[in-house]
């Protein structure tokens, strides 16, 4: 059972454009959710995170929106650069004693400039 | 804070063959996580240790696979009789009792089961 589902596989923005990433969950016991970046050859790394009774959070140029009744939540990278070219992976977990996190398939992103 | 350091980076071997990885969390961080990755997919949780104890292990650990933490600081895993579906990046992560939320990644180590 895929619980974090993650969409689209591969992106390709322009320069200066928004980078907009999207993932769907499955279990409502979640109650955190981070987008964590990975570049290759080193592990993932985390970016921004949110939780349920917010609808959205902002860092700098990435921005999370979060839809708790929709059950979905999604990155958005303004003004995106070169340098953001990488995987990105949304992740969720639960409030339990170890807080494992259960990532979605990952998101390709490839900025053009 | 040096971050957590994994070794090797790279592991070629043989299938049938046995592998030891070695994690060195970042130190006073008390929870340790072991996962796995596969080219194309993301992290799947694999293990998880509080201080020297193991407290819970994904059904992805299956009977050849053995993780350690002695002392509640550096952690082992290892591979017995190695498989060509065990290649994958094994990654280590470490965080804070307290601020349990946020997991710091080390840079993997890459298996390659010939």
């Known amino acids: 059972q895929q619980q974090v589902k993650q969409s689209p596989q591969s992106l390709i923005v322009q320069k200066g454009g928004i980078s907009i990433i999207n993932c769907a969950y499955e279990?409502?016991?979640?109650?955190?959710f981070p987008w964590y970046q990975q570049f290759p050859g080193k592990g993932p790394a985390l970016l921004i995170a949110?939780?349920?009774?917010?609808s959205e959070k902002k860092e700098g140029r990435f921005t999370i929106s979060f839809n708790k009744s929709a059950k979905q939540f999604s990155l958005h990278i303004m003004d995106s650069q070169p340098g953001d070219s990488a995987t990105y992976f949304c992740?969720?977990?639960?409030?339990?004693?170890?807080?494992?996190?259960?990532f979605g398939s990952g998101t390709r992103l490839q900025v053009q400039p | 804070d040096t971050g957590v350091s994994q070794d090797p980076r790279h592991k070629i071997t043989k299938r049938g063959q046995n592998v030891t990885f070695r994690c060195d969390p970042i130190s006073e961080h008390n929870r340790l996580y072991w996962y796995r990755q596969t080219l194309g997919q993301g992290p799947e949780f694999l293990t998880y240790?509080?201080?020297?104890?193991?407290?819970?292990k994904s059904r992805l650990l299956s009977d050849r696979f053995s993780a350690e933490r002695p002392k509640g600081s550096f952690s082992t895993l290892e591979i017995q009789r190695t498989e060509q579906g065990d290649s994958a990046m094994y990654l280590c992560a470490s965080s804070p009792t307290g601020g349990g939320e946020k997991l710091f990644f080390g840079s993997g180590t890459q298996l390659s089961v010939l």
């Open positions: 949110i939780r349920p009774d917010v």
């Open positions: 992740a969720a977990s639960k409030p339990t004693g170890r807080r494992a996190l259960t």
């Open positions: 240790f509080q201080n020297e104890a193991q407290l819970e």
């Open positions: 279990n409502t016991a979640f109650d955190y």
